[in-house]
């Protein structure tokens, strides 16, 4: 059974058929296999394969009233069979964080971002970007800025259009300190390593809800508490809002609501 | 330049081409099927355009890298795959589920050694659905083994100097925690 593994073609596509998790096994196989996992190339068709696989981990932070802030340090995972990495996910991330005490803000193409819980020893808010396949972390330390306590995150592994390397970007919305009727947005790149606050301010009165936004292709959106969505794109810094579809609910939007992403478009669910 | 009704009709299957394999072995298969290898629709195109104006038709292909025995199997595998396909046109879930029902019982009568054969004859047909099968295959007889087994399966030999290997395993020492046993 060699031979395939001679065609540098057909090993991509066998082995770019498994999980990043099932990967870092497979490198120990052969140094050609290590070195063909840890390709550019196979990165890249292994990324592709990835999005149309779809869902690989669902992490779960349940929600926990004894601790305070309000979600517990125990993390779960959805088990086979819909997703097949189970248990051993939950325990990476479990061990890969350097504080327990972290919320789960989001993830993108595998990297996952969290933030640090309020508490009195901790009142400061570190931002961490973990990578739960090497156990490699970072921690931001917003500077010379007003972040509030919704950020999302995007990584891009292959660059985005004005660059080609890998990078990653938090976004974070807030209202401004002198306005209340407006929101700010507070941008960290990984390429300058510094927080800059954009030009750009969004007038909108209601209120964000904490969890529920999406990023689609360079552009975030956040699911306001009033049937509206924000929008925001990274590239022109530009903000916008658009109207939810559905009938008007005069509390503003059920807890169920929420944003999704399927096939290219962006999908709310009420 | 070239005249539309004068050219033989591609959709239709009544056609036959003849293909001949690296041990000289001669099939006949029908167009439809024939169409599925773009390695032979690609030459069959070719031939085709350079033949339009001597008038004479190519049907006799060669393919100097696949032996009969691959080839059998994969005629085999398409006409299936054609035949299940035109019978749920108007139904892609039942066609999925009937192709996966097909596959699976395909897989129970083919050995690791035939695997390898037939994952290199449709690679060079260039025949994407069984590529992709193969391939999955493969895939799914690996998952969650452990490394020894996979060099096993494959034939593969470590070539890592000593140290080398305990030193990746322990760094990714986390990631073989639930891998089966051999």
């Known amino acids: 059974m060699e031979a395939i593994f001679s065609y540098d073609d057909l090993a991509m596509e066998i082995l770019s058929r498994f999980s990043a998790l099932e990967l870092s096994v497979f490198k120990c196989v052969s140094k050609r296999w290590k070195n063909l996992i840890s390709d550019p190339s196979f990165l890249r068709v292994h990324h592709q394969r990835s999005q149309l696989r779809g869902i690989t981990t669902l992490l779960i932070q349940q929600r926990d009233d004894i601790t305070g802030d309000g979600l517990s340090s125990i993390f779960s995972t959805c088990g086979p069979p819909l997703f097949k990495d189970d248990l051993r996910v939950s325990i990476m991330i479990q061990n890969s964080f350097p504080a327990n005490h972290v919320v789960i803000m989001g993830s993108s193409n595998g990297l996952i971002c969290c933030r640090s819980r309020r508490t009195l020893e901790q009142p400061m808010l570190v931002i961490f970007i973990c990578n739960p396949i090497t156990r490699e972390w970072i921690s931001l330390r917003p500077t010379n800025c007003h972040v509030g306590r919704i950020f999302t995150f995007a990584f891009y592994p292959f660059g985005s259009s004005s660059n080609k390397a890998s990078n990653f970007k938090v976004v974070s919305i807030q209202r401004q300190k002198c306005d209340q009727n407006s929101y700010s947005f507070v941008i960290y790149s990984s390429e300058t390593g510094k927080w800059k606050t954009s030009m750009e301010v969004c007038h909108y009165k209601d209120d964000l809800n904490e969890n529920k936004y999406i990023h689609i292709k360079g552009r975030f959106y956040w699911l306001t508490e009033k049937q509206r969505i924000i929008t925001f794109d990274l590239e022109e810094e530009l903000s916008g809002v658009i109207i939810a579809p559905g009938p008007m609910l005069r509390d503003g939007i059920r807890t169920s609501a929420c944003l999704g992403y399927s096939d290219g478009h962006l999908h709310y669910a009420c | ?182």
Request: charged share 30%; net charge negative.
């Open chain 2, 1 to 182: 330049m070239s005249n539309q009704s004068e050219s033989p009709n591609p959709t239709s299957s009544s056609n036959k081409i003849t293909l001949k394999t690296s041990d000289n072995e001669v099939f006949e298969v029908e167009e439809a099927v024939a169409m599925k290898f773009c390695t032979v629709k690609q030459y069959f195109d070719d031939e085709n355009n350079n033949n339009v104006t001597s008038g004479t038709s190519t049907t006799l292909i060669p393919l100097p890298n696949v032996e009969s025995h691959p080839l059998a199997i994969l005629i085999t595998y398409c006409k299936k795959h054609l035949e299940i396909k035109a019978n749920n046109a108007d139904n892609k879930k039942e066609m999925e589920i009937d192709m996966e029902h097909y596959e699976r019982e395909f897989l129970k009568n083919v050995m690791p050694q035939e695997l390898t054969e037939l994952i290199l004859a449709a690679n060079y047909l260039n025949f994407k659905e069984a590529l992709d099968f193969f391939c999955r295959a493969v895939a799914s007889a690996i998952q969650n083994k452990s490394v020894e087994y996979v060099r096993k399966f494959f034939g593969l030999e470590s070539d890592f100097k000593p140290g080398e290997e305990e030193k990746l395993r322990e760094e990714f020492a986390w990631s073989f925690e639930g891998v089966d046993e051999d």
